[in-house]
């Protein structure tokens, strides 16, 4: 199972980035064995809740790990199966631990309005 974790660098040592939509980075992870890509988010303009979201469904993740999702992308990531978890924050492979250790719940709902992230920095 692949992970997609929003994140402000290319690393695991990277912090979550609290936006999902306009996230600087998705960092896709198989957390057993902790492999890694870093995927650019290109996604900034209108939609990009829903580009962000087809971007992490492209890649086959079947978890997001994020602070916040907007309603636009929740509806993407939920109708292709992925489970979304907000409320993350610190390190990416703190953020993947913390999953593993079954201590992040899905949502079931977006966690904020749409353009949310237009105003988080």
Do not use: W
């Not at 992490?56 to 489970?83: H, I, R």
């Amino acid at each position: 199972m692949k992970l997609a974790v929003t994140a402000t660098g290319q690393g695991l040592d990277a912090d979550v980035d609290p936006r999902f939509g306009r996230c600087d980075y998705f960092i896709f992870v198989d957390p057993d064995t902790m492999d890694f890509v870093a995927v650019a988010n290109n996604a900034s303009a209108g939609g990009a809740g829903i580009a962000a979201g087809q971007t992490v469904v492209t890649y086959g993740a079947k978890v997001v790990l994020t602070g916040d999702c907007g309603p636009n992308a929740y509806q993407v990531l939920s109708a292709a199966g992925v489970e979304v978890c907000t409320g993350v924050s610190g390190k990416v492979k703190d953020a993947i631990n913390d999953y593993k250790a079954g201590k992040l719940n899905a949502i079931g709902q977006a966690t904020v309005q749409p353009h949310h992230g237009l105003s988080a920095g």
